[in-house]
């Protein structure tokens, strides 16, 4: 799964690709200053090994020369002040020139890194290119590398995939497992509550989100006869809950049932399982919004007859955003909370 749409959804490809700075030695200098500048802050001992769904990963010295694959994982080294000297490629959302998200880019030209050159991984990896930059690690927490994959890499350079399953990582859990990759989990600790601290600030703004019961879905507008439904265990799923709306005991249930799923696949005679969410998140317009509303079973959903809904531009920053990275929250959270308001004051009516 590469983050995309019904990729994101159906195949678990994976989200990314891989960015290198188009100066080598520039962005080598912008990491080995970034890391000696925050050397004072982590307290590790080395050899340093962690684990993971593939086993244990160790770690000699400190990594200078940082790869990330997959979706966002590169922001929290950029967070952390280090410039990667590899990244995955985004493909989905808004995108700059250089394929990268916004913040993304933007964080990388304040590490002085103007020209990035990105691998278009979306099809599988470029282990050229990667063993190319010489990385000191590899770091992909949100990812759907396989085993095959993380086998191949590893002759690369010492690997860090995600804790348990492909694509289940929170953007709390991602954070701290790329930085501790990088030898830096207490930094990592800390981006995560200033994260926090920043969701409860602006959460605090509406008080109309409470009690509302929300859900993140994907419902092609070409076909009703089958829709999907994102579960916590999907990052866009469990932000809606960050955000301070509710889970519905209807995907709860769901989740319970499919413990290995990050997504379900809903027949739309069982629409009406579904009476339990007041707003729904999904991707598409509002000429989607009127068909689901004239359909006599879709619109048996609360949050879609009373256009109780978010719509997202799958081209836009929030649609990117809506899978957030230490990075993202503070860029769109605005724009979120604000469309989440405005769907919630059509809740019940």
């Not at 959302?93 to 250089?98: A, E, L, N, V």
């Not at 993140?216 to 709306?245: K, M, V």
């Not at 081209?315 to 503070?330: D, E, M, R």
Request: glycine share 6%; hydrophobic share 40%; proline share 5%.
């Amino acid at each position: 799964m590469r983050k995309g749409l019904l990729v994101t959804l159906l195949s678990v490809t994976a989200m990314g690709t891989t960015l290198m700075a188009g100066c080598a030695s520039n962005a080598s200098t912008n990491n080995n200053t970034a890391t000696e500048s925050q050397a004072s802050d982590s307290q590790v001992s080395y050899p340093y090994t962690i684990k993971h769904a593939y086993g244990m990963t160790t770690l000699n010295s400190e990594p200078k020369k940082i790869i990330t694959l997959g979706w966002g994982n590169q922001d929290t080294a950029l967070a952390l002040g280090i410039a990667p000297v590899g990244v995955s490629a985004a493909n989905f959302g808004y995108m700059t020139d250089h394929k990268l998200h916004e913040w993304t880019d933007q964080a990388f030209a304040s590490l002085g890194v103007s020209n990035p050159n990105v691998f278009n991984d979306t099809d599988g990896f470029d282990y050229e290119a990667i063993s190319d930059a010489a990385p000191d690690v590899i770091i992909a927490s949100y990812s759907g590398m396989t085993k095959d994959e993380y086998d191949r890499l590893s002759q690369i350079a010492p690997v860090v995939p995600f804790a348990e399953a492909a694509w289940k990582t929170s953007w709390r859990e991602q954070t701290i497992l790329n930085a501790e990759g990088m030898g830096k989990k207490a930094e990592g600790e800390k981006l995560v509550a200033e994260a926090d601290n920043l969701i409860k600030e602006k959460i605090a703004n509406h008080p109309e989100l409470k009690d509302i019961k929300a859900g993140f879905f994907y419902i092609s507008p070409d076909d009703f006869s089958t829709f999907y439904a994102y579960l916590p265990a999907d990052p866009r799923a469990s932000y809606l809950q960050d955000l301070g709306l509710e889970l519905p005991e209807s995907i709860s249930k769901l989740a319970q049932a499919t413990p290995d799923d990050f997504s379900v696949t809903i027949s739309r005679e069982n629409a009406s399982d579904f009476s339990d969410v007041d707003l729904m998140v999904l991707y598409g317009d509002e000429s989607l919004l009127k068909a689901l509303q004239a359909d006599p079973l879709m619109s048996k959903i609360p949050a879609i007859k009373n256009g109780a809904v978010v719509l997202l531009d799958s081209n836009s920053k929030l649609a990117a955003s809506t899978t957030p990275t230490i990075l993202s929250i503070p860029a769109t959270i605005d724009d979120y909370l604000t469309q989440l308001s405005a769907a919630a004051s059509k809740v019940g009516k």
